[in-house]
């Protein structure tokens, strides 16, 4: 068959020869020619045809394209399952196959709906075999690889499975193009995640949060993970270090006014951290005591200053020099001579014989000397035990005692060695619940400040002895190949970590990181990586 232009030169041709029948002939012949559709007119390769399609597409509609689209994504799996069961596609067929490739080349539309009737076929299926993949990847492969892994894995399965071969293209080169694609989805997904809450704090740093506690971005994904040993590394690096140390050093002060605020009776909270701080809730304590105390009657026995007494000496966690025992058995028969042989106080006697333990114990703990120490100790069990026979006839003390209870244990922490200016750490939290549990509590882990003291000794405590050798290297490597943005105009690597680091050690930096900033943030970051495999899909029939 003549083509058009070929038409076009015969019918000139003609008209110069002056032959009128063969002129007519060859115009009817144009005519009927340039009426036909254009699919018709081609006749020759793979790239005519699909030029062809695109030509013949630009007078559909959107939603013309988006169908299909679909149908395209039908017809491919179904194409596909053919050649599988081992018989070959007739022409039309291959024809059909690719006028659909060629649409969706040249249509957003197109591809659109291709890969909406794509998913709707596999989706599905493809999400959880992805998840099952990937539980099973997750025991060989590291954990960050194990999704990624999977995601290639199931998406190329599936894109063998569902796109139809031409020529000379194999199964390999559709799972190579599915492979890909589930893996850039999966990657971006996650990413996204990242973006939004970069780092999945641990159970027990998000106890922490909780309490408004904000672990560095490296205590918060756990003191023990890689992030948590190579923050621990970076200490130890100039510059980098200090703002490292500042930003933990942040956190042990809200633990210590987390911890403070949590035993004070009544809703009453503090500001401080230190001495200052436990100076002002015993202030808190004696207000409420008096409170609870003022025009009531207390009944206590000259003998439940005895009983306290003993308690306090037989007390295996309270060691008192013999001469120091002696000072405390002259300050109880103080006490007990104050006492009336009715047992029945006022309200203010009582408040004063506790204040005067209290004040007592308070001398003596400030003086400095271990047996000094041991004696302040001593008192503030005789002045627990008073106050529990006092509560025996004013309930509401009962609550403050146990508030009380908590506030010893902060108070001994405070005073513990290596507590500068009663700035207590970690250590000494979970030092002073040990030492005062009386008894089997702290072995179960349901000891007094045991739920604080725990999971602050091992989110913000420090788990890598490593003083910087060849931790401190290895962490100046990793750290100069990571932030080597100036690096591209000479300068060293660690100057970029270093002009970050304010910005991820400040608390607003260490929120973000936690997904702890914005409202929502934790929900989106976890949403999006809850979608990761559906991402998967939509990556992976998008590139099939």
């Known amino acids: 068959m003549a083509t058009t232009q070929e038409l076009e030169t015969a019918l000139v041709n003609a008209d110069k020869a002056g032959d009128v029948d063969a002129a007519k002939a060859l115009a009817s012949e144009l005519t009927r020619v340039r009426q036909a559709p254009p699919k018709m007119q081609i006749v020759s390769g793979p790239e005519s045809f699909a030029n062809a399609v695109k030509e013949e597409a630009k007078g559909m509609g959107t939603l013309s394209k988006v169908a ?21 596609l007739t022409p039309e067929e291959v024809q059909g196959v690719q006028a659909q490739r060629a649409l969706r080349d040249d249509s957003g539309a197109a591809l659109t709906g291709n890969v909406v009737g794509n998913l709707a076929m596999t ?75 970069p780092i999945t704090p641990s159970a027990e740093a998000q106890a922490l949060i909780k309490e408004g506690i904000i672990p560095t971005p490296g205590r918060s994904a756990g003191a023990d993970t890689f992030a948590g040993r190579f923050e621990q590394r970076l200490e130890s690096i100039p510059l980098v270090g200090d ?12 633990l210590n006014r987390a911890a403070i605020n949590g035993t004070l009776p009544g809703g009453a909270r503090t500001a401080l951290v230190g001495r200052r701080a436990i100076d002002e809730a015993k202030v808190t ?63 203010e006697m009582a408040k004063k014989i506790d204040s005067f333990l209290g004040r007592t114990a308070a001398q003596y703990n400030t003086r400095g000397g271990a047996a000094e120490r041991d004696l302040g100790n001593a008192i503030l069990g005789v002045q627990k035990e008073v106050r529990s026979a006092m509560a025996q006839t004013i309930p ?23 507590s500068k200016q009663g700035i207590f750490s970690p250590e000494a939290l979970q030092s002073a619940v040990r030492q005062m549990d009386s008894g089997k509590a702290f072995s179960r882990g349901d000891a007094v400040m045991q739920n604080l003291s725990e999971p602050a000794l091992n989110v913000l405590g420090r788990t890598v002895p490593d003083s910087g050798t060849a931790g401190r290297v290895a962490a100046m490597a990793l750290m100069g190949g990571a932030a080597g943005g100036n690096e591209y105009l000479g300068g060293p690597g660690f100057i970029t970590a270093a002009a970050l680091s304010p910005l991820l050690y400040s608390r607003a930096g260490a929120r973000y990181m936690g997904g702890n900033l914005i409202p929502g943030q934790q929900r989106a970051g976890d949403a999006l990586l809850n979608l990761a495999p559906l991402a998967s899909q939509i990556g992976r029939a998008i590139n099939q």
């Open 68 to 88: 299909i689209g679909v149908s395209g994504a039908v017809n491919d799996a179904a194409m596909r399952l053919k050649q599988m069961l081992g018989r070959d």
């Open 123 to 197: 989706a599905a299926p493809g999400m959880a075999a992805e998840r099952a993949l990937g539980a099973v990847a997750g025991r060989v492969l590291p954990k960050i690889l194990a999704p990624t892994a999977a995601a290639a894995g199931t998406g190329a399965g599936i894109s063998a499975a569902t796109t139809p071969l031409l020529g000379n293209e194999t199964a390999l080169d559709a799972a190579k193009a599915g492979a890909i694609g589930g893996a850039v989805g999966n990657t971006v997904a996650r990413g996204l995640s990242r973006v939004a809450r």
């Open 243 to 254: 703002i490292i140390r500042k930003g933990n050093t942040r956190a042990i002060e809200e």
């Open 285 to 347: 304590f004696d207000d409420a005591y008096e409170k609870a105390l003022t025009r009531k009657k207390v009944s206590i026995a000259a003998t439940d200053l005895d009983k306290a007494s003993a308690a306090v000496k037989s007390d295996p966690d309270v060691f008192i020099p013999p001469e120091m025992e002696k000072s405390l058995d002259k300050l109880v028969a103080q006490v007990k001579a104050r006492i009336p042989a009715s047992g029945e106080l006022t309200g």
């Open 396 to 418: 509401e003390l009962r609550s403050i005692d146990s508030h009380y209870a908590s506030f010893l244990r902060v108070q001994r922490a405070a005073g513990a060695t290596g």
